[in-house]
């Protein structure tokens, strides 16, 4: 295998079945360790996978590091609960036939396979030891789960009882991998709509969960809680136009991509909760509709289908305001009525209190008036679930007569009572 080979993987009959989005160390949303970074420690990470195969294999990335990541060593199992993973099912990774190895500056490294039998759904246990310092680590915010640290190497521990600390974040674990040789997988990119902020933490129900579950496919969440698609931020991630390829158009199996973000590039100027972004640039709708089509000019590129998704409503939340009303009216419309998506997701209706449009129902509704929960999120997955069902029926019908016009828009659903 190149060095080229080592640092990307060759993608041949291997589905990327998790993923979550690189982020540059900060002090982020909640308590978490990126910063201090790890030294004589094991971190153990639990992800459910969208695609099951009998060899699994594991992405890190080192991509926000100034020097290169020394890892002493690696594990793979099947989850138990907690920290616990199943006797038996522990496999310790090797990297070119080696244990330990080290990660380029701002690179990552793909593992060599290790022959495990997963199913798609199940939760699989990623347990990686640090025996130098690290310094500030790449990692994932919100990860709306707990990941465990504890002193020493632990990468064989079964019970979980050495594991001592949590957080809710993922570090230098980027994507899980199986030998699945599926090519219909679905990524779905944004905010924290589409990282999870809302939903139950530690029981799988973001939109992405949702949607594997309906549809049986591979699918990667590459959500950023705060992102933006035009501005880079010091919490919140690359900017969408930016980051799309890594997080996104790099990964294998994916044949569709939808988009759901702006609203941050629009809120951000209404609110004075966002601490490290001040003063927010104010954007305006034709800004946001350039970088909506340089992200399905990057993906069109790529082979992928490519749906857009209406701003979600937010009336009432902290990110709303004149402006943002006017933004979000222009940009909506835009993704409704230009024909540029390949098919559209109305969530502004889909999800809309019936008595004021420009706010979620009720039942939808977190709390914030900027995120839905739980309910709110498994009507997102049905809606999307629903166009890929239409896509594959367009697919599969012969009948030259039939409308395969540019975008075709899901229809609202009746509204739901309170």
């Not at 038996?88 to 070119?96: E, H």
């Not at 190497?153 to 699945?180: C, I, K, Q």
Request: glycine fraction near 12%; charged fraction near 20%.
């Amino acid at each position: 295998m190149s060095a080229a080979d080592f640092t990307t993987g060759s993608t041949a009959g291997f589905t990327t079945a998790w993923t979550a989005a690189p982020q540059a160390p900060s002090e982020g949303f909640t308590p978490n360790w990126s910063r201090e970074g790890f030294w004589r420690q094991s971190v153990r990470q639990v992800v459910r996978v969208t695609a099951g195969g009998g060899r699994v294999r594991i992405r890190l990335s080192n991509a926000y590091g100034t020097s290169p990541l020394h890892l002493a060593g690696a594990s793979v199992a099947r989850t138990a609960s907690g920290a616990g993973v199943e006797p038996g099912s522990v496999r310790r990774l090797t990297f070119q036939g080696a244990h330990e190895v080290a990660i380029p500056a701002r690179g990552q490294i793909v593992s060599d396979p290790a022959e495990l039998v997963v199913a798609a759904g199940e939760p699989v246990t990623v347990t990686l030891y640090f025996e130098a310092a690290t310094g500030p680590a790449t990692f994932h915010a919100q990860a709306f789960t707990r990941s465990h640290r504890g002193p020493g190497d632990l990468l064989a521990d079964v019970t979980g009882a050495g594991f001592d600390a949590v957080t809710e974040s993922w570090y230098v674990l980027s994507a899980v991998e199986t030998d699945a040789g599926r090519a219909d997988g679905v990524a779905l990119f944004g905010d924290s709509l589409t990282d999870g902020f809302g939903s139950t933490p530690g029981a799988d129900r973001r939109w992405s969960d949702a949607l594997a579950r309906r549809t049986g496919r591979p699918v990667l969440n590459a959500g950023i809680g705060g992102n933006l698609l035009l501005n880079d931020s010091a919490w919140y991630g690359e900017k969408g136009v930016r980051r799309l390829a890594r997080d996104v158009l790099d990964h294998s199996g994916v044949d569709t991509l939808v988009v759901l973000i702006g609203l941050n590039d629009i809120g951000f100027s209404e609110t004075d909760e966002q601490p490290t972004y001040h003063p927010a640039p104010v954007v305006e709708a034709g800004e946001l509709i350039a970088g909506h089509r340089e992200l399905i000019r990057q993906a069109r590129g790529r082979g992928l289908r490519v749906i857009g998704a209406t701003l979600v409503p937010f009336g009432g939340s902290d990110h709303w305001g004149e402006h943002a009303a006017k933004v979000n009216r222009e940009l909506n419309e835009w993704i409704r009525g230009a024909g540029e998506y390949d098919a559209v997701l109305d969530f502004q209706r889909l999800l809309a209190d019936p008595s004021d449009p420009d706010r979620l129902h009720p039942s939808y509704d977190f709390g914030d008036h900027l995120h839905p929960n739980d309910a709110g999120y498994e009507v997102m997955a049905e809606a999307v679930a629903h166009v890929l069902d239409q896509g594959q029926d367009q697919e599969q019908d012969p009948n030259p007569a039939c409308d395969r016009g540019p975008a075709r828009a899901l229809a609202p659903r009746p509204a739901v009572t309170a």
